[in-house]
């Protein structure tokens, strides 16, 4: 098999797993039929454009309603444009002090368009461009977030996180604008205040002027990818800090949680076993790696722990069916759609469809896909619960 497939469809018996070629669409589909009452109606399928996070411009006219995913490793921001298409963009979750003896460089900074921010008068670079610096003075960034929630004892995590979301979203259109952004689902295997978590990142949006609601990321790709499935199947998000699952029927979430393990795991784990440095690890992991065929020792390393994380998820999912009291009768086979940046790697749908065949899950499964556009999947989703719910508010 080959690691361009991003669609493995399983046959009635549940054998051996077949092939189809890939299923790529935009944006959600226009004729998806959701059951249930508040279910989403997507604009009709819209292109996806990335853009440099940049503020929208004060003159530019877009649809009102905003989407925010809030992950360990990225931030990304949708709006729908006047002419139909998703302006997605994208800033890491990460930031960098400038050393005091450099804080009078701050107009190169500007003439180099290296976004900054001026912070209790210290000088701070935000995002990619934080990343970017570092890498180059080999220093480590600093990360607002850790296994999908605020990091605990990062000081400076609350402030930078807001200029990183003010970049990403500029100021409401009208006051009261509706964001919705993703929370992950509580750890099975950490413990995690998720209470604390979507209470800073509301506050941060209101601040700004916006109405915010959260939304569950799994959910969030169910939202996204699986519309065409009247919303009924497995949304995963495969992310920097954590994997989110969500099984919802017609919309409705009927199992949620996650685990604090995900692309940051796979690299600390590389890193260790081969004695290498993490960010080596990362760089070989994003590389062209295919999990159905690895070339060097360092990708069997990748692969080992890429098929232990899927697998220990997939456990834990088909532990959750057989625990979980309220769980819908499943009669037709449902999907799984995998999303996120770390389902990006080569091979991914094929060894979660080997994995999947292990465990064998107590409902009938029909397949696995990746998301079209996977790293936009979650952010997308949020977009449609936001337009669902789009009422501009007087702001208090
Ligand atoms: N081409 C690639 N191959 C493998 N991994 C990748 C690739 N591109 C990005 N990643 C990994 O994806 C992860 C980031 O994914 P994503 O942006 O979905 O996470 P996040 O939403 O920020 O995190 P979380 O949802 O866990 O809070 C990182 O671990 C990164 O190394
Ligand atoms: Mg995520």
New binding site residues.
């Given amino acids: 098999m080959s690691a361009e497939n991003d669609n493995v469809r399983f046959d009635d018996g549940g054998a051996a797993a077949t092939v189809a070629p890939a299923q790529v669409r935009n944006g959600t589909p226009e004729h998806a039929a959701p059951a249930a009452q508040s279910a989403p109606a997507a604009p009709a399928a819209p292109r996806v454009v990335f853009h440099e996070a940049s503020q929208v411009g004060a003159s530019e006219k877009v649809a009102l309603g905003r989407g925010l995913?809030?992950?360990?490793?990225?931030?990304?921001s949708v709006r729908q444009g006047a002419d139909g298409d998703l302006v997605v963009m994208r800033e890491r979750?990460a930031f960098l002090e400038i050393p005091s003896q450099f804080v009078g460089s701050r107009e190169m900074l500007t003439k180099l368009r290296v976004p900054y921010v001026q912070y209790k008068d210290r000088l701070f670079v935000l995002g990619d461009a934080a990343f970017n610096l570092a890498n180059m003075f080999g220093n480590e960034v600093r990360r607002p977030?850790q296994?999908?929630f605020l990091a605990p004892g990062e000081q400076e995590a609350i402030p930078m996180l807001r200029f990183i979301i003010h970049r990403l979203l500029g100021d409401p259109q009208v006051e009261g604008e509706d964001v919705c952004f993703?929370i992950?689902a509580s750890s099975i295997d950490r413990d995690n205040d998720t209470v604390y978590h979507e209470g800073i990142a509301a506050g941060i949006l209101r601040k700004l002027g916006y109405s915010p609601r959260s939304m569950n990321?799994g959910h969030a790709v169910v939202y996204s990818s699986l519309a065409e499935q009247d919303f009924t199947g497995i949304g995963i998000?495969?992310?920097?800090?954590?994997?989110?699952v969500c099984v919802a029927y017609k919309t409705i979430p009927a199992i949620t949680f996650s685990v604090a393990r995900?692309?940051?795991w796979?690299?600390e784990h590389v890193a260790r076993v081969m004695g290498i440095p993490k960010v080596r690890a990362?760089a070989i992991?994003?590389?062209d790696?295919n999990l159905m065929d690895p070339k060097t020792r360092e990708e069997e390393a990748v692969v080992l722990y890429y098929r232990n994380l899927i697998s220990y998820v997939l456990q834990n999912l088909k532990q959750r069916f057989q625990l979980a009291r309220d769980v819908p009768q499943f009669t037709d086979p449902i999907e799984v759609v995998v999303?996120?940046?770390?389902?990006?790697?080569?091979g991914f749908v094929e060894v979660f469809a080997q994995e999947l065949k292990k465990v064998q899950l107590p409902i009938p499964i029909a397949g696995v896909r990746r998301a079209e556009d996977?790293?936009s999947a979650?952010v997308r989703g949020c977009l449609i619960a936001a337009n669902l719910s789009q009422q501009p508010t007087p702001k208090k």
Avoid at 339 to 345: D, N
């Fill in positions: 995913d809030v992950g360990t490793a990225n931030l990304l979750n977030m296994h999908g993703c992950p990321e998000s495969c992310g920097g800090g954590m994997f989110n995900g692309g940051d796979i690299d990362t992991k994003e590389g790696v999303a996120g940046g770390t389902s990006l790697i080569g996977a790293l979650v």
